[in-house]
């Protein structure tokens, strides 16, 4: 799941795959904005066939808590 | 056609194209339903009518949620009826919602139940509420009253004729002390905003609604000017899947703030080496031609990269106080430089480098605010708070801005002094400057050294660090702050002891 997150990353914003790290910031160290991290989410769910609640992703800051929300969306489908 | 009222806008429109989809919007994955004018039409008068049975008919009416169908029939329901509608963001914390809710001395608030949280508090909190009406509840109890309950109660036609100059919308706005204000507007300062200019739109153009309705921009272009145009307005259910919303509803048109255009624009330059024409097909469809753009700056070489895929970016200039558009961008003459021409009903001259403008969409005043308002209007002027000026041909350039307002990249305005105060609240944080620094919002602070040495606080960074964490934590997505600056030295002072800003 991290691997397949950090490919998806690499799509939206300007960083070498080595840099994102599960405890990285996704507006403060990588550089997303809050609209970008919205379009990465959409295409998340497409990749993964899973529902994100537009709500609850709103308290995703780092993308150790994106792949914990997301192998629990996982688990429940 | 110019119109002087919500209402004349509604009925022209059902008139000639009163069996055409009005509204489509998606009940699940890939399902669509639609609305025709007719029944928005007839759904809207039956909510004036039961406005009218409660008792409420000229009342001040909350609408909070996301754009929906039972959204737009409350906002034409009660603003048709002579009511005013106070339509709210539904992404504010509940305790500031009831703050708003209770200062526009709101009686009705119909409410989405995605904000379910904001009905259990609402009837304590303010007293002046009389009637909470759910969205979705299927049938009326005593917590609340079932909106599609009410509909089917007071079926019915409602032949209100109402007063171009009078009240019926409230919109809050940032302010600059820090405490949002009220932007009164009149059925003729929205009305004629959306229809006195002919953008050659076609009729029946598939409109995407991507931007939150309680925003001037989207009520007023998306919605009024898109249902004058006989549009068919699609509702995008979540900015996750813009992209997905795109293909399902196939629009014509989409308004955008910049935000939203360069995240697309990233998306397109990384396919750059494909054919435009075959990226321009699988991203936005044969049919895709225009995006309008408003709320913030937009980089002008968006426009030339989206011309490049034979997509025309309109760009336009407001702000609510003015219903809101000011200046628009035609496709049919571009200045990339420009924010776009004056809109008809509209006139500008520039004062100490400030644009003042005059005209049928100004505002009525901020509600119950006369200090703020006499500040900011003068002699039927509204002073923007933005510096530039208009050419011998009526188009408007901006070069900066004179209040401290950040207008973030989508278009959201946020209060410097408002989070200064909120954080500023914290004993550790002596001195605070909140401002905008390459597209976010940065917090500059110089802490209490003294007290944190009281406090044995060793890491002082990482304490401030966790004030702007808990504060976060409790605010929209637009107001929270990404960067942190700790200062070693005190700030720069004017004569009146004031940080200065820049």
């Known amino acids: 799941m991290f691997e397949q997150l950090v490919t998806i990353i690499c799509n939206y914003v300007e960083v070498e795959p080595e840099n994102v790290h599960p405890e990285s910031r996704f507006m403060e160290d990588l550089g997303f904005t809050s609209f970008d991290f919205m379009s990465m989410l959409g295409e998340v769910e497409d990749e993964f066939d899973i529902e994100i609640d537009e709500h609850e992703a709103a308290n995703i800051r780092t993308v150790g808590e994106a792949v914990e929300y997301l192998e629990k969306l996982q688990a429940e489908a | ?502």
Request: net charge neutral; charged share 25%; glycine share 6%.
């Open chain 2, 1 to 502: 056609m110019l119109c002087s009222t919500i209402r004349q806008i509604l009925l022209n429109t059902q008139k000639e194209y009163g069996s055409e989809d009005a509204v489509r919007y998606k009940i699940a994955k890939n399902t669509i339903e639609a609305k025709t004018y007719t029944q928005l039409r007839e759904d809207s008068e039956s909510f004036s009518c039961a406005l009218s049975a409660l008792g409420e008919q000229g009342s001040h009416v909350a609408v909070i949620g996301a754009t929906s169908y039972p959204w737009l029939v409350a906002y034409f329901g009660t603003v048709n009826c002579g009511s005013v509608a106070v339509p709210l963001d539904a992404s504010l914390p509940a305790e500031e919602l009831c703050e708003l809710i209770d200062r526009a001395d709101v009686t009705v608030l119909v409410l989405d139940e995605i904000r379910k949280d904001v009905g259990a508090i609402v009837k304590e909190r303010c007293p002046k509420l009389k009637y909470l009406i759910s969205m979705q509840k299927k049938e009326s109890g005593e917590e609340a009253l079932s909106f599609w309950q009410l509909l089917r109660e007071h079926r019915g036609a409602c032949d209100y004729e109402p007063e171009p100059d009078k009240l019926c919308t409230i919109l809050f706005t940032s302010g600059t002390t820090g405490k949002s204000k009220g932007v009164m507007l009149t059925q003729r300062n929205l009305a004629e905003n959306a229809t006195c200019l002919d953008m050659k739109i076609p009729p029946r153009t598939v409109i995407l609604s991507v931007l939150p309705i309680h925003h001037a921009y989207c009520l007023s272009m998306d919605i009024l000017k898109g249902i004058s145009l006989g549009s068919v307005i699609c509702i995008n259910d979540s900015l996750l899947r813009v992209a997905k919303n795109i293909k399902l509803f196939q629009p014509n048109m989409i308004l955008m703030v910049p935000l939203m255009i360069e995240t697309m624009a990233k998306k397109l330059e990384e396919v750059s080496g494909l054919p435009a024409a075959l990226v321009k097909r699988q991203v936005f469809g044969k049919q895709f031609h225009t995006i309008c753009s408003g709320g913030a700056y937009l980089p002008p070489a968006m426009i030339d990269l989206f011309g490049r895929y034979g997509i025309t970016i309109l760009q336009g200039y407001g702000m609510t106080e003015c219903s809101p558009v000011i200046s628009t961008t035609v496709s049919w003459n571009i200045r990339k430089e420009s924010v776009g021409q004056i809109l008809p009903n509209c006139e500008a001259k520039t004062v100490d480098e400030e644009l003042w403008v005059r005209g049928s969409s100004v505002m009525l005043g901020y509600y119950k605010m006369p200090e703020e308002t006499a500040e900011t209007l003068v002699d039927g002027w509204l002073r923007t708070g933005d510096l530039g000026y208009v050419d011998e041909d009526g188009f408007v350039y901006l070069t900066g801005r004179k209040k401290n307002l950040i207008i973030t990249k989508n278009g959201e305005n946020v209060s410097p002094e408002e989070l200064e105060n909120k954080i500023g609240e914290n004993r550790l944080v002596q001195e605070i400057l909140v401002r905008e620094k390459e597209g976010v919002i940065e917090a500059e602070i110089y802490p209490d050294y003294e007290y944190a040495k009281k406090k044995h606080i060793k890491d002082i960074r990482a304490a401030l660090q966790q004030i702007i964490d808990d504060y976060n934590q409790g605010a929209p997505a637009y107001k929270k702050v990404y960067s942190l600056k700790v200062r070693e030295t005190e700030f720069e002072k004017n004569t009146s002891r004031k940080i200065k800003r820049y």
